[in-house]
């Protein structure tokens, strides 16, 4: 069964920075293309940045040059480093294997002064 549990969220004031985790289990982490996701209210879900295996990486136009997503394979846990936040990257945030169907519960990142 995939699990996928994001954590590193919380309120930060314009211009700070917040590193986000996702450890997964239940399907091969190598072999998996790995994605972070967001969610703003009264928005559609949409796409920040993903990464390869080995580690070609791909990001919104929104957040290039300010975030940036890794992977340990070692401990099948992604990461996304924000740095520069704005109030417009307030959402939930989720990781996700693009190979798989399923979800975690989405950590919420708040960016206001």
């Known amino acids: 069964q995939v699990h996928l549990v994001e954590s590193g969220g919380g309120l930060v004031q314009p211009g700070g920075s917040l590193r986000l985790s996702c450890a997964t289990s239940?399907?091969?982490?190598?072999?998996?293309?790995m994605a972070w996701y967001r969610q703003a209210p009264g928005k559609e879900r949409e796409l920040v940045a993903r990464?390869?295996?080995?580690?070609?990486?791909d990001y919104a136009d929104s957040v290039k040059g300010r975030f940036i997503i890794s992977r340990d394979n070692t401990k099948n846990t992604l990461y996304l480093q924000m740095n520069s936040l704005k109030p417009e990257d307030t959402a939930v945030y989720y990781c996700?294997?693009?190979?798989?169907?399923?979800w975690g519960q989405g950590t919420q990142v708040t960016v206001s002064s």
């Open positions: 996700k294997a693009l190979l798989e169907n399923s």
């Open positions: 239940g399907f091969t982490f190598t072999g998996n293309v």
């Open positions: 990464i390869g295996s080995p580690s070609s990486t």
